[in-house]
């Protein structure tokens, strides 16, 4: 059975990205902030739940920028979206999984990350954020000028770095 989550790129000012930390499986991982898309609550709702649960920051979903499947023994199978976002209110603050209590707590850090300490940090998940994600920073900032073409822009830009793309490729 396929279940769904979000992450959600969100940049400031400086063209630094929001990550969190969470502990998991004995390590640390700085990812996206998401997470579980919930019963009777559309992908965009969970996008902005789960920025205002991990990090206090209220945002606008602004367009989904990829689909991707991942199929692991640990897992199962999912999908997850990705979203462009942009803040427009609340503080930056370490923020709490609702579902974990005390000691259990997987949030340990959330920050803005440069493009540079993204490439030295140890355990990015996924992986390909390190590079792929910086491909579309420019158009983030220019967002209103495409008025509903970012997704188009994106996988062009994603397509010419990798021939063979493909939005549906388990990562």
Request: aromatic residues 12%; hydrophobic residues 35%.
């Amino acid at each position: 059975m396929w279940t769904g989550g979000v992450r959600v790129i969100i940049f400031d000012e400086d063209k630094r990205i929001l990550m969190v930390r969470q502990h998991h499986e004995n390590k640390d991982i700085w990812m996206l902030p998401g997470g579980a898309i919930e019963d009777y609550e559309d992908a965009r709702q969970a996008a902005a739940r789960e920025v205002k649960e991990e990090t206090g920051l209220d945002v606008t979903i602004e367009k989904m920028v990829w689909h991707v499947e991942e199929v692991s023994e640990n897992r199962g199978q999912r999908f997850v979206n990705f979203f462009l976002a942009k803040r427009c209110g609340g503080n930056l603050e370490l923020g709490y999984d609702p579902e974990l209590f005390g000691q259990e707590q997987v949030m340990k850090e959330v920050r803005f990350i440069s493009r540079e300490e993204l490439k030295n940090l140890e355990n990015v998940y996924p992986d390909y954020l390190r590079e792929e994600i910086w491909d579309f920073t420019d158009y983030f900032f220019g967002l209103e000028k495409f008025e509903g073409h970012l997704e188009s822009e994106v996988l062009s830009v994603l397509k010419k770095r990798d021939k063979t793309y493909d939005s549906f490729k388990l990562r």
